[in-house]
């Protein structure tokens, strides 16, 4: 079974990747804050790599999906 471009571009259209950019960024700001206040050191760190793979893994999927969309 191949999957096509354009059936991907339809569950990852620019909505969900701007949803998944705003959850990165929620997270930054709000949870790491929360939990760095609350002495949680490990659950911190990986709040943190989480949320900035969050906000560098939407516009990097918008973006190949352009490319490889041509649209």
């Not at 790491?32 to 943190?48: C, E, Q, W």
């Amino acid at each position: 079974m191949l999957i096509k471009i354009d059936e991907i571009k339809s569950i990852l259209n620019p909505y969900f990747l701007v949803f998944i950019f705003s959850v990165g960024i929620f997270t930054w700001i709000v949870d790491v804050a929360k939990l760095k206040k609350s002495g949680f050191k490990r659950d911190t760190k990986i709040a943190r790599y989480i949320s900035l793979g969050y906000i560098i893994m939407a516009p990097a999927i918008y973006i190949l999906l352009f490319i490889l969309g041509g649209e």
